[in-house]
């Protein structure tokens, strides 16, 4: 099973920053099989960037995703109130997917 | 409105059974692979299990082999999660998600509770 490290496990910055998460596995993931997440409190995740670097529908532009291999890197060039949350990475391979531990990104 | 929404949740003894369900609208339930995600309290998410478009590939997650059973309808557009032999650690709310075009999950439910507690 492929093993997902996210870090930090907080990260504390304040809007109009720029974040930098990152996601290593433990063994080489496709590019086409990473996944990152934002969740809220309360809420379910939201798909943020498939294929390691493609936004999904309606994700602004200021989330980009990137990496190979195994580290792979969730970038937030500018951030507003509302990017405040937890965010995963997700791998998929041999049928299963796993998930990180999770990042949350907090307002300093 | 694509959406999906789960049913069954509740509290259940240790050794206990529960089925969950989820219903989609708003997009072809028969075209896409669907999926089950838990999230106990306080913390990160698990993958449970997935089922192919035409239910023939079901795959699990090892802590839940042998015990949940994946199914689904798609003249209902529903999903099923049948979980027998509950434990403690169970405990979670359960989403059932779709799975995009890539593998990842671009749709999700707003989730039920499952608590196994005696």
């Known amino acids: 099973e492929i093993v997902l490290t996210q870090s930090p496990g907080t990260l504390s910055l304040s809007p109009g920053e720029r974040a930098t998460l990152s996601c290593r596995a433990s063994q080489s993931v496709s590019s086409s099989y990473l996944a990152w997440y934002q969740q809220k409190p309360g809420q379910a995740p939201r798909l943020l960037i498939y294929g390691a670097s493609s936004r999904a529908t309606g994700i602004p532009d200021r989330f980009s995703g990137s990496g190979s291999g195994t580290d792979f890197t969730l970038t937030i060039s500018r951030l507003e109130p509302e990017d405040f949350a937890v965010y995963y990475c997700q791998q998929y391979g041999s049928s299963q997917y796993t998930f990180g531990q999770g990042t949350k990104l907090e307002i300093k | 409105e694509v959406q999906l929404v789960e049913s069954g949740g509740g509290l259940v003894k240790p050794g206990g059974s529960l089925r969950l369900s989820c219903a989609a609208s708003?997009?072809?339930?028969?075209?896409?692979?669907m999926n089950w995600v838990r999230q106990a309290p306080g913390k990160g998410l698990e993958w449970v299990s997935s089922i192919s478009s035409s239910s023939s590939y079901i795959y699990y997650a090892d802590s839940v082999k042998g015990r949940f059973t994946i199914s689904r309808d798609n003249a209902k557009n529903s999903l099923y999660l049948q979980m027998n032999s509950l434990r403690a650690e169970d405990t979670a709310v359960y989403y059932c998600?779709?799975?995009?075009?890539?593998?990842?999950?671009?749709?999700w439910g707003q989730g039920t509770m499952v608590t196994v507690s005696s």
């Open positions: 708003g997009f072809t339930f028969s075209s896409y692979s």
């Open positions: 998600a779709r799975r995009s075009g890539y593998p990842a999950f671009d749709i």
